[in-house]
């Protein structure tokens, strides 16, 4: 009795498993789709980009522009240098703490990225919002440098502009209430070049950064670098349209090499540099322009450049190969002559022959 239920029971479960089994095996399949042919598994991806390699900027120098519009716009200049071509500038966020604006200038750079070595300068133009501010000196702190600019009136739009000083006949006029203007920035700069030997027969060893004539002579390169000073002193004038064009402002380098002319309306300029102009010539005489290339033989290089309304128009650069090295300055500041030297030479005994 016992047996026969045992197996009626066995025979029962048996039935309900081979009822159930299609239901098993189609959950197994939708848990293992790549089992059964129908369905690709999903590829696996990474939306993790290379590893980039992040730093400070190495600042060198900061210069702070004021584009005479209403309300006032400021930009501070960063001149520095980039360890190598790889590397690049990420645009900074200046904030204010009270009086003072703060940039944390950076550079980044992929990693293991293959380059060149060369070192490449840089100037980087930051505006900071100055609109609504009060009048009065502010400070701007780029990576360790600072500086200050005075804003000698409330920089609010809609109040009106300060009363300007009556301007003379040989004041340019100023621009109306509100108009925005523009501004013009660039470098004059030594575009090294050395030849050694070349004489008696023996080769000429150029260094870095010359390149060849046709005439087998050599010439600097035409572009700025880390080690290339800016020469001081020299006379820039700005005219209105294409170039040539003259008679509208001018400007001197500084230290630095770098000149600015703000206050121009929107529109056509030509930035030029004569150096042959007086004042230019005790300067930069005997030498020439290697940049930018315009061909001419005359001393005179010159630029065509597009300006507008509330930016700077930045680069504007001219590079000059001399054609001797200028003579090093004493400690005054003038160039070394031979009354400068020191006559060592001293009698010790008059001897007889």
Sequence with gaps: MNRSRKRRFSLLLLLTLLAMLPAILAACSMLNPQEDGTQTPPTATSDVDPGTVTGEANVESIEILLLESFPIQVNVIASGVLPDGCTSLTDPTPRREGNTFVVN?????????????????????????????????????????????????????????????????????????????????????????????????????????????????????????????????????????????????????????????????PGTYC???????????????????????????????????????GTLSEDIDFGWDYQFLPEPEGEDGEPTTEQDCTDLAEIVADVTV
């Design 105 to 265: 200038l950076a550079t980044s750079r992929v990693e293991e990225e293959v380059c060149t070595q060369a070192t490449v300068p840089f100037d980087k133009v930051i505006p900071l919002e100055v609109e609504g501010l009060s009048a009065g000196t502010y400070t701007v702190a780029v990576n360790g440098l600072t500086d200050t600019f005075t804003l000698e009136a409330d920089n609010v739009a809609g109040e009106e502009e300060p009363e300007a000083t009556p301007e003379t006949s040989e004041t340019p006029e100023a621009p109306p209430a509100g108009a925005e203007t523009g501004s013009i920035s660039g470098r004059v700069w030594h575009d090294l070049c050395a030849v050694a030997g070349g004489e008696a027969g023996a080769p000429a060893v150029p260094s870095e950064g010359c390149v060849a004539l046709e005439d087998g002579v050599y010439q600097a390169n035409g572009v700025r670098e880390e080690e290339e000073p800016g020469i001081e002193g020299v006379a820039v004038t700005l005219g209105e349209g294409a170039c040539p064009a003259d008679g509208l402002a001018d400007a001197t380098t500084g230290g630095n090499g770098i000149y600015t002319i703000d206050n121009l309306e």
């Design 271 to 309: 930035v030029t540099v004569d150096a042959l102009a007086e004042g230019n010539e005790t300067i930069l005489v005997p030498g020439d322009w290697t940049a930018p290339e315009t061909g001419d033989t005359s001393g005179v290089a010159t630029a065509t450049v597009e300006v507008s309304a």
